[in-house]
């Protein structure tokens, strides 16, 4: 009995601990760009954009436009996809059709925060586009489900969004 | 002594007979709620939403932006009585330049537009000065109080210039309007209470809380004396 009560407590304490800011965006894009952080641009959603956006995340994108920093061939898109219920906010770094990294900069939600660790994003490493899907399988983690579906939808937006400012 | 029993009988009879007469209303429409339609059907009285506490909702902060109304509850800003992005922070003031409104919190400047549509969340990666204090106006072009001064920009908001200025037209907060609360009120909790659950609370007595049960208790044992009473008299009779 005591076992399952600690067990749980230590549960609870993890998914509580896995909530928080693990790098602010401004921190993201001077380590990115080592400290010399170029001008922003942005991207508006509209037309045939707008379309696409929404079938990649599977709903209306919450937003007029994006904002991306483009400096020597590389992109950083910092971007937001509601996991369950709460935001998830993601740096992501393009660069020549690829993903270059991919990090969870802030996580709210109270489930899924395992999605931040390396073993998991590593994944997407050189992540390219096939379609508008991406060209590899991303294996899910249990009990973070939406988190990873999160994810994987905004690495493909990135690199949609990368393809569509180089046009 | 059969007299007396008599006289409290009637009395009794009299107080009871109005309670016995609503509980059997309200006990019959209850067991037709589904062809009544009753689960569909809103009361919108409003000493009743009152009563059941949903007639008003209290925002975190509101400002009131050229013909619109900004409101926040906990992390969720409203446009009017639409919900219209999240926010992490408290906002702190807002204001209109050109064809955007400008929301501010604390590290970043949310934009809408004039329709109430969220566009983006400008934060100091996109050269916004941090740590802010107040947005105002001058002279039609934002300007921000941070803890490190003031800055003022253009309609782009992405070249801020640190500014000394007089006469600036600070943001300040406002009461909700009551057009506004309404609907809010309604998006919150709903279009009313459905007939089916004043219909209930009636008939369990929690329409006046904790105090209806005791009442429906007093009722209750009213019945029972008055039952007593006429078994009692119908005994005597018999004998």
Redesign the interface.
């Known amino acids: 009995m005591r076992s399952i009560v600690a067990i749980t407590l230590l549960m609870i304490a993890f998914s509580v601990f896995a909530r928080g800011v693990y790098q602010t965006?401004?921190a993201f894009?001077a380590e990115t760009f080592n400290n010399e952080?170029p001008?922003?641009q942005?991207v508006w959603v509209k037309g045939d954009l707008r379309k696409s956006i929404d079938d990649i995340l599977g709903h209306r994108y919450?937003?007029?436009?994006?904002?991306y920093?483009h400096k020597d061939g590389r992109k950083v898109w910092?971007l937001e996809e509601i996991g369950k219920e709460?935001?998830i906010t993601f740096g992501i770094i393009t660069a020549r059709d690829k993903i270059e990294k991919v990090k969870v900069l802030a996580f709210?939600e109270s489930r899924g925060g395992e999605i931040r660790y390396p073993a998991f994003t590593q994944q997407f490493d050189d992540a390219q586009l096939k379609g508008n899907d991406l060209d590899r399988h991303i294996d899910g983690i249990s009990g973070a489900t939406m988190s990873v579906r999160a994810m994987t939808a905004i690495v493909t937006l990135a690199l949609y969004l990368d393809k569509f400012t180089r046009q | 002594m059969n007299r007396r029993m008599r006289s409290l009988h009637r009395s009794m009879g009299a107080l009871v007979a109005l309670f016995v007469m609503m509980l059997a209303i309200t006990g019959m429409m209850l067991n037709h709620t589904s062809e009544l339609k009753l689960d569909q059907r809103y009361l919108t009285w409003n000493w009743l939403l009152e009563h059941y506490g949903v007639a008003t909702v209290e925002a975190d902060a509101v400002f009131l932006l050229d013909q619109k109304v900004i409101s926040q509850f906990d992390k969720q800003l409203f446009v009017d009585a639409q919900p219209a992005t999240q926010v992490q922070r408290p906002i702190i003031g807002g204001v209109v330049i050109d064809a955007l409104m400008i929301v501010a919190t604390d590290d970043a400047l949310i934009l809408f537009s004039p329709e109430g549509e969220f566009i983006e969340r400008m934060s100091s990666a996109a050269g916004v000065p941090p740590m802010i204090q107040n947005i105002g106006l001058f002279h039609g072009d934002p300007v921000l109080q941070t803890r490190d001064g003031m800055w003022r920009s253009d309609f782009l908001l992405e070249q801020w210039e640190k500014i000394s200025l007089s006469g600036i037209s600070w943001s300040s907060p406002q009461p909700m309007p009551d057009s506004v609360e309404v609907d809010l009120a309604e998006y919150f909790h709903g279009k009313g209470i459905t007939v089916e659950t004043f219909i209930l609370d009636l008939h369990n007595g929690r329409i006046i809380d904790r105090f209806g049960v005791w009442f429906l208790d007093v009722f209750a044992v009213l019945i029972i004396l008055i039952s007593l009473t006429g078994l009692w008299m119908w005994a005597r009779q018999l004998r």
């Not at chain 1, 919450?62 to 904002?67: D, E, K, N, S, Y």
């Open positions: 965006d401004e894009l952080l001008k922003s942005v919450a937003g007029l436009r994006i904002r920093w910092i709460q935001p709210r």
